[in-house]
């Protein structure tokens, strides 16, 4: 086992350098960089800019350079001195402005998937169990809405309700005196009242898929002979239930966990640009926009990261609980 | 195979076995197209989702004929106008077919929240084949006739099925605008990630060994890529003031550069099963190339398959398309697709004044649930021979 994950750990390596390298190019495609953009901005704005200050700024930031250097110099910075470049919007690192809504994008699309399997594995065996029942039935046909709905049509539905209904405000993560203060226990608090709707958004189209993988496995786990065997020596239907069949009809949720992980990451970030939450999305939409880049590569690269390293989870988990499965692949 | 369903049990039987058993001599001599339509009738679902989508994308090829308003002209009267209700029975209690009534609008001063009041006395009846904006059928003939409208001056009642927007645009009109950019973009994409899909996972399947190993690499690999946020910085490159067309074939090409990594595991995963089978080896035996194996043997016998899981990719490709144009990141005004319309519901105020923006949405969940039950009944009727 541990030599499993040490070799996972390994192969890891050129795979976040190839991200790495696929986040810095997509990041340089369009034409012009972030000075042509600002420049556009100001000359819109009827102010006159001078040359010579923009070519100096463009020598700081090293945009002359060609696209290998600029990375090269980018990724040495990172692995030296963690220096992810400097946002040339914020006129800060980017460092100081990317983790916080780094983490809260992470935790938001963690809880999201687990508040999605909560939900999602008792009605699906149940759903499996009764087969054709009514509830069945109706639980198919929520499921098959809860795929076709798309999260950011059901956040503004979501958000439509409670401003008109309720008189919520259900935009961003925290009320607006605690947007910029230093995290404590009523920062938190004030969070998690503004967390659950987001969440619960989120975890609708997983929460779906889980219900229709659960049954259709669980379905097929039923009618094999060892479920007759644990019958047969006298197991309650409900023992041998969750101690046999549930058990392997959960497997796909654990090796699918990476690609799940990436979905709820991009879910969220259509999410939060529609509930304007303090995550990723909206810094990244507005740093695309702008050709931030070190800002906006950093974002994708992070996020890919993330995926990445969440698939090794999910393999590990999947050995793990899975005996079965063999390690050399 | 490689890339099992998940999501259907293989005991659920397709319903159409017993029709097929019942059907006595007639089964063992219908074509396979037969066999295959005998199953798909059995899925009422999917036999719905068909005429549905039948029905969106005759409105997405006449377009002009359904719409009854120009879907540009800002009525600059009926802003943020509510959807018109419909009556058939009037204050006398007399039916008439459809009709609406002339409605009075009044502003709240305070909230310019508007609020349409029904004046009883002037009815409009809903009419077929009026004539309204002159456009050109097909691209080819002159008319002015359009499905359906009132027969009355413009700028005194008009009939708008999901109401108006911030500019007085009609937003049923917009929506079969929308459907002509949103509907066919979604076939581009995903034949456009057909093509590389069959290619690079056809050379995947039937090759095995390092290309395999590599193609597969490169697959999870693009996988693991948050999808969103990737399109959204592809998109982003996407320059500002390139024109509609361009912008529409840079985004199909944009997410099929995504999607195809999905057709290609169906067809390995169909390639490493079909290789060992006995025909291949028979075809093989007598000599046949490579290359007419796999056009002439091999492909027809998936054909169905593939068809079907096209059908299922059709949502995802419509999904995105919308997400991106939401965000500004993919087609721009003036370009009308579902995508673009929803970006009015962005604007809260526009939202909470005149939530029939959202209908656009709608359309988008009806097309891709339709898409998917379709999908399900032609993956059901795929392999007609299967038991």
């Known amino acids: 086992m541990f030599g499993y994950i040490m070799r996972r750990v390994l192969l890891m390596i050129p795979t976040l350098i190839l991200i790495s390298m696929i986040s810095f190019v997509t990041i340089q495609l369009p034409p012009g960089d972030y000075l042509t953009s600002y420049a556009a901005t100001l000359r819109t704005q009827g102010e006159s800019i001078q040359e010579e200050a923009i070519a100096q700024l463009r020598d700081r ?47 938001l699309s963690l809880v999201s998937l687990f508040v999605g399997w ?32 798309p999260g950011f049509l059901l956040a503004l539905i979501v958000m439509y309700f409670a401003q008109t209904r309720l008189g919520l405000n259900v935009g961003g993560l925290f009320s607006e005196k605690y947007i910029n203060a230093p995290w404590d226990w009523n920062k938190l608090v004030d969070m998690l009242r503004h967390f659950w709707i987001p969440m619960l958004i989120l975890s609708v189209e997983g929460t779906a898929g889980g219900i229709r993988t659960t049954r259709a496995n669980l379905l097929d786990e039923l009618n094999k002979p060892y479920v007759e065997l644990a019958r047969a020596k006298g197991l309650t239907e409900q023992r041998m239930l969750w101690k046999y069949p549930v058990r392997v009809a959960l497997n796909p949720f654990f090796s699918t966990v990476g690609w799940s992980l990436a979905n709820l990451v991009s879910g969220a970030t259509l999410i939060s640009v529609v509930l304007s939450l303090q995550t990723t999305g909206p810094m990244q939409l507005r740093a695309l926009t702008s050709q931030d880049m070190y800002l906006a590569g950093t974002f994708l690269f992070l996020l890919s990261a993330l995926t990445v390293i969440g698939t090794l989870i999910s393999d590990i988990l999947l050995a793990w609980v899975d005996p079965r499965i063999r390690l050399e692949a | 195979m490689a890339d099992v369903d998940r999501t259907r049990p293989a005991n659920e039987v397709p319903a159409a076995e017993e029709e097929i058993e019942s059907g006595g001599e007639q089964v063992y001599v219908a074509p396979p197209w037969k066999l295959m339509w005998w199953r798909f009738r059995k899925h009422k679902m999917a036999l719905i989702s068909s005429v549905v989508l ?72 809903i009419q077929f084949f009026v004539h309204g904006f002159t456009y050109k059928l097909l691209g080819l003939w ?72 590599l193609i597969q690499r490169v697959i ?148 891709v649930l339709a898409f998917n039950f379709m999908g399900d009944g032609l993956r059901d009727a795929a392999d007609p021979y299967a038991r």
């Not at chain 1, 699906?124 to 076709?148: K, L, N, R």
């Open chain 2, 220 to 367: 999870e690999f693009i996988r693991t890529i948050p999808t969103i946020p990737l399109w959204m910085t592809l998109s982003a490159a996407l320059p500002a003031d390139w024109p509609v067309v361009r912008v529409y074939f840079g985004i199909s090409v944009i997410l099929s550069l995504v999607g195809w990594t999905w057709m290609a595991r169906v067809v390995r995963g169909r390639f490493l099963s079909m290789r060992e089978e006995d025909f291949v080896l028979a075809a093989r035996l007598n000599g046949s190339g490579e290359m007419r194996i796999i056009l002439r043997h091999m492909l027809p016998s998936f054909l169905s398959y593939i068809i079907a899981n096209l059908t299922l990719s059709i949502p995802n490709m419509i999904l995105s398309e919308t997400a991106l144009s939401f965000l500004g990141l993919g087609l721009r005004p003036p370009a009308i697709s579902w995508g673009v319309l929803l970006q009015e519901a962005m604007n809260v105020r526009s939202l909470m004044l005149s939530p029939w923006v959202l209908t656009p949405g709608f359309a988008v969940v009806i097309a």
């Open chain 1, 118 to 149: 909560f939900i999602a594995i008792p009605i699906g065996v149940y759903s499996a169990t009764h087969q054709y029942s009514i509830p069945d039935y109706v639980m198919s046909v929520i499921s098959f809405i809860g795929v076709g709905v």
């Open chain 2, 54 to 125: 039948i029905l969106f994308y005759f409105v997405a090829v006449f377009t002009e004929f359904v719409a009854p308003y120009d879907p540009d002209q800002n009525m600059l009267q009926f802003k943020q106008v509510p959807p018109t209700a419909m009556h058939i029975r009037d204050v006398e209690g007399q039916f008439h077919f459809a009709f609406v009534y002339q409605h009075v609008r009044t502003m709240d001063p305070q909230t310019f929240q508007i609020t349409v009041k029904e004046d009883m006395s002037a009815r409009y009846p």
């Open chain 2, 142 to 213: 002159q008319t002015d006739v359009h499905l359906f409208g009132i027969p009355s001056a413009k700028d005194q009642q008009g009939v708008f099925l999901f109401g108006t927007d911030r500019l007085g645009r009609d937003v049923f009109s917009r929506i079969c605008y929308g459907a002509r950019l949103s509907l066919s973009l979604g076939l581009v994409s995903v034949f456009l990630s057909l093509a590389l899909g069959v290619v690079l996972g056809g050379i995947s399947g039937y090759r095995g060994g390092a290309v395999d190993t």
């Open chain 1, 61 to 107: 930031y090293g945009l002359g350079q060609p696209v290998y250097q600029q990375y090269i110099k980018w990724v040495t910075g990172i692995i030296t001195k963690g220096d992810w470049g400097q946002s040339m919007e914020w006129q800060r690192p980017v460092g100081e402005l990317i983790w916080e809504r780094l983490g809260l994008t992470l935790v």
